[in-house]
C-alpha cells in the first residue's frame, strides 16, 4: 500500500498510512483499520447532516417515486438500494422521516463488513425500519427499484464508472440517483476550508480534499450514464448553479416511460435538469 501511493505520487497519504501500527510483516492492524473507517464515517455523517443530504435527495426521490408510482402499473412494495452506504445515514434518516412513504424498503449495501455491521447497529438502537447488507449492491437477491448514493461517483475511473451505470441498466431497476462532488474549481479550495474546520482526523481531511480533485465533469457523467434503456438526466449541471454554493449535485437516471412523470411531478423544478442533448447544444 505504502509503494503503491508513493508511486502515485499521494505523499500525504503514504504517512497517514505509514503511522497506523502494523506488525513485523509490515501488515496493517485491521482492528485499528476498522477503528479509523468509523471514525472518519462518523465526521462523515457530520458532513451529511449540515449540507442537509437527506433533505437534498428527498427533494429529488419524492417526486422520482410519485412517477414510479404512476406509471409502473402495480403496487409496492418499493425497494430503495443505497450504494457504498457507510454508516448507513441516508438509509436511516429517510427510515426516521418516513418519508418516502411505507410502501418503500430502505437497505443500504456496502463492500466493508464493519461499517455495515456499525450502521446496523445503529439502525437497531434507533428502533428503525430498514437493513444493511455486506456485498455488492448489483448482486442482491431482491431487484431494486431505486438505486441511491452519495459521494461514490468520484472513485469510479474511465471504463469502471460506465460499467457502474451499466450494471444498473441491465438490473430489474426503474432509476437511479447518484450525488456527487460538483466539478467546479472552486470545489477543491471550498473542500480543505471546510474540512480543515470541521473534521479531526487526517484521513477524513486528506481525503475529502482529494475527493474533489476527483470529481467527475458534467459532461463525463452524462457520457458514461448514457447507456442503453436509461434516459441520464443531470440536475443542477455546473453552468446553471452558483459554484460559491454548489457542493453535491445529483445524476438522475429513469427508464424512458418515467420522464415525462418525473418532470411533471417536479413542477417548476424540472427546468433545473438536463439531459447530453443540452451540454452538446451548449459545447457548440
Same mark, same amino acid.
Given at each position: 500500500?505504502?509503494?503503491?501511493?508513493?508511486?502515485?505520487?499521494?505523499?500525504?497519504?503514504?504517512?497517514?498510512?505509514?503511522?497506523?501500527?502494523?506488525?513485523?510483516?509490515?501488515?496493517?492492524?485491521?482492528?485499528?483499520?476498522?477503528?479509523?473507517?468509523?471514525?472518519?464515517?462518523?465526521?462523515?455523517?457530520?458532513?451529511?447532516?449540515?449540507?442537509?443530504?437527506?433533505?437534498?435527495?428527498?427533494?429529488?426521490?419524492?417526486?422520482?417515486?410519485?412517477?414510479?408510482?404512476?406509471?409502473?402499473?402495480?403496487?409496492?412494495?418499493?425497494?430503495?438500494?443505497?450504494?457504498?452506504?457507510?454508516?448507513?445515514?441516508?438509509?436511516?434518516?429517510?427510515?426516521?422521516?418516513?418519508?418516502?412513504?411505507?410502501?418503500?424498503?430502505?437497505?443500504?449495501?456496502?463492500?466493508?463488513?464493519?461499517?455495515?455491521?456499525?450502521?446496523?447497529? &445503529?439502525?437497531? =438502537?434507533? !428502533?428503525? *425500519?430498514? /437493513?444493511?447488507?455486506? #456485498?455488492?449492491?448489483?448482486?442482491?437477491?431482491? +431487484?431494486?427499484?431505486?438505486?441511491?448514493?452519495?459521494?461514490?461517483?468520484?472513485?469510479?475511473?474511465?471504463?469502471?464508472?460506465?460499467?457502474?451505470?451499466?450494471?444498473?441498466?441491465?438490473?430489474?431497476?426503474?432509476?437511479?440517483?447518484?450525488?456527487?462532488?460538483?466539478?467546479?474549481?472552486?470545489?477543491?479550495?471550498?473542500?480543505?476550508?471546510?474540512?480543515?474546520?470541521?473534521?479531526?482526523?487526517?484521513?477524513?481531511?486528506?481525503?475529502?480534499?482529494?475527493?474533489?480533485?476527483?470529481?467527475?465533469?458534467?459532461?463525463?457523467?452524462?457520457?458514461?450514464?448514457?447507456?442503453?434503456?436509461?434516459?441520464?438526466?443531470?440536475?443542477?449541471?455546473?453552468?446553471?448553479?452558483?459554484?460559491?454554493?454548489?457542493?453535491?449535485?445529483?445524476?438522475?437516471?429513469?427508464?424512458?416511460?418515467?420522464?415525462?412523470? &418525473?418532470?411533471? =411531478?417536479? !413542477?417548476? *423544478?424540472? /427546468?433545473?435538469?438536463? #439531459?447530453?442533448?443540452?451540454?452538446?447544444?451548449? +459545447?457548440?
Amino acid at each position: 500500500m505504502l509503494r503503491q501511493l508513493r508511486e502515485s505520487g499521494d505523499k500525504r497519504a503514504a504517512r497517514i498510512v505509514a503511522g497506523l501500527p502494523m506488525d513485523q510483516d509490515g501488515v496493517l492492524d485491521p482492528y485499528t483499520v476498522d477503528r479509523l473507517l468509523i471514525s472518519v464515517h462518523t465526521e462523515l455523517q457530520r458532513l451529511s447532516e449540515e449540507l442537509r443530504i437527506g433533505e437534498r435527495m428527498l427533494h429529488v426521490l419524492g417526486p422520482l417515486f410519485a412517477a414510479i408510482r404512476a406509471t409502473a402499473g402495480h403496487a409496492g412494495p418499493y425497494r430503495l438500494v443505497d450504494v457504498g452506504c457507510g454508516l448507513g445515514y441516508l438509509v436511516r434518516w429517510l427510515a426516521t422521516t418516513n418519508a418516502l412513504g411505507p410502501d418503500v424498503e430502505l437497505v443500504g449495501v456496502d463492500l466493508d463488513a464493519t461499517l455495515v455491521g456499525e450502521a446496523d447497529r &445503529l439502525a437497531h =438502537a434507533e !428502533g428503525l *425500519d430498514c /437493513r444493511f447488507v455486506h #456485498g455488492n449492491a448489483f448482486d442482491l437477491p431482491e +431487484a431494486a427499484t431505486v438505486y441511491v448514493s452519495t459521494g461514490v461517483l468520484h472513485h469510479f475511473r474511465g471504463a469502471a464508472l460506465a460499467e457502474f451505470f451499466q450494471a444498473q441498466a441491465a438490473s430489474p431497476a426503474h432509476a437511479f440517483c447518484h450525488f456527487d462532488i460538483a466539478a467546479t474549481r472552486l470545489a477543491p479550495v471550498g473542500a480543505w476550508v471546510f474540512h480543515r474546520a470541521r473534521m479531526r482526523n487526517p484521513l477524513g481531511r486528506h481525503d475529502g480534499v482529494v475527493s474533489a480533485l476527483r470529481a467527475h465533469s458534467d459532461e463525463t457523467l452524462l457520457r458514461a450514464a448514457a447507456v442503453p434503456g436509461i434516459h441520464a438526466l443531470l440536475y443542477e449541471p455546473r453552468g446553471a448553479v452558483n459554484p460559491f454554493c454548489t457542493t453535491l449535485r445529483p445524476i438522475i437516471g429513469v427508464r424512458p416511460q418515467f420522464e415525462a412523470p &418525473l418532470r411533471r =411531478a417536479l !413542477g417548476r *423544478d424540472a /427546468r433545473r435538469i438536463v #439531459g447530453p442533448e443540452h451540454l452538446a447544444e451548449a +459545447a457548440r
